[in-house]
């Protein structure tokens, strides 16, 4: 019986999707049309930053590490040798690498800029991060060559700090540091002199623009740390579990470093991200509000233009609530046909974007070169139950006024 009835309500209700006056007719398919263009816009905006989140994610944690370790009080690690073993040791660990990061001045004949410097061992850190794949020109390593009558180590540098700089793989570069020095006795900066072994490019302006890579022992020596290094960073097997880690490495530690995930590492670009796309969804949730009240619009005006045809099925034996659920069914209807339309338009213009990149994107402003999109059927879940959420609110008015219409006033008219 419920079943028999459902069906003739929802009849009912397709059968009014289809018929009546010119102008409702068009104001029934103009108001679809806004369900569809909302919910198409709020799916493309949230996969647009999934797209953007995973692929800063992705190229950020590919140069620097999913969890590092720092000394407490910003002490260096002179047993990172051991630290290393042990790290590596521990469930979940792929590998771990140690480092030196310091800032510095670098000249080439014409330029000159500061940078970071990150000594290294290339054969460490090509396990815990995607440096050897970054590689544009040149060769992955350190070893010292004659050059101009002088035995200088080699560095790897950012494509864009090599074009800011003018130089090539093959020609020679010179930095300076005052690291370890006391500027209150006239301390003159160090100066080391290197080749330029390879470029790199990670797509991250940010890096490319301003990090340089040299061997551990050449930074040792020109910041004059001894044998001890910055910090120690480590792949995992899976980046999402670096929190869940944490505290089992700093146990398995004893507790005498500062163990940082890489989302407590870069809180704050991850946390603005994340920001952004809640306020982007519920600034673009408003588009399908805008559409709810066209859908009430539209129902009171059928409301008007079916008096008589809903007398009649009073006439014959419906119920007002009967006479709501056909309204209601409408209006869930149009939410069907906006939420498919919309999940449509969402998906070939994410398909459109990745396939050809015509949305570019300012490097030196957002770390990438173009809009990356990456669709997540939870979210596209998630707007079409929120659509369906509003349609059916936005159809209670209209439907709860047809079920008032008076059968005696009809019948008198």
Known sequence: MYNASVRYESFIARRYLRSGRFFVSVSTWITILGVTLGVAVVCFVMSMHNGFESEIRARLLGTTSHISVFPL??????????????????????????????????????????????GIDPEMESKTSNILNDITAGKYEF?????????????????????????????????????????????????????????FETGLYEFDVQMAYISLPAAQNL????????AVHLKLQDIFMA???????????????????????????????????????LGFILIVLVAAFSIISTLVMLTMQKRAEIGILKTIGSTPASVRKIFVFKGLTIGLFGVLGGWVIALTAAYIQNRFELIS?????????????????????????????????????????????????????
């Open 223 to 230: 910041f004059k740390t001894g044998d001890a290094v910055t």
């Open 73 to 118: 009080r910003g002490q260096l690690i002179s047993e990172y040798r051991e630290l290393v073993e042990k790290l590596e040791t521990i469930d979940g660990v792929v590998a771990a690498s140690p480092f030196i990061y310091y800032k510095a001045a670098i000249a080439s004949a014409t330029e000159g800029d500061g940078i970071i410097v990150r």
């Open 143 to 199: 070893k010292e060559v004659i050059f101009e009558e002088d035995t200088i180590p080699g560095m790897i540098i950012g494509a864009t700090l090599a074009e800011r700089l003018s130089v090539y793989p093959g020609e020679s570069i010179v930095m300076y540091s005052i690291m370890g020095e006391d500027i209150h006795r006239r301390a003159r900066p160090r100066v080391a002199k290197f080749y330029i072994a390879a470029l």
């Open 243 to 281: 929190e869940t880690m944490t505290p089992i490495i700093d146990s398995a530690l004893e507790f005498r470093y500062d163990v940082v995930p890489w989302n407590v590492l870069h809180q704050n670009l991850f946390g603005w991200i994340a920001f952004e796309k809640l306020i982007l969804f």
């Open 361 to 413: 994107l300012p490097p030196d402003i957002y770390f990438i070169s173009y809009l990356p999109i990456e669709v997540h059927w939870l979210d596209f879940v998630g707007t079409g139950i929120a659509t369906f959420i509003i349609c059916f609110f936005a159809a209670l008015y209209p439907a709860y006024q047809a079920a008032r219409v008076s059968v005696i006033e009809v019948l008198r008219k």
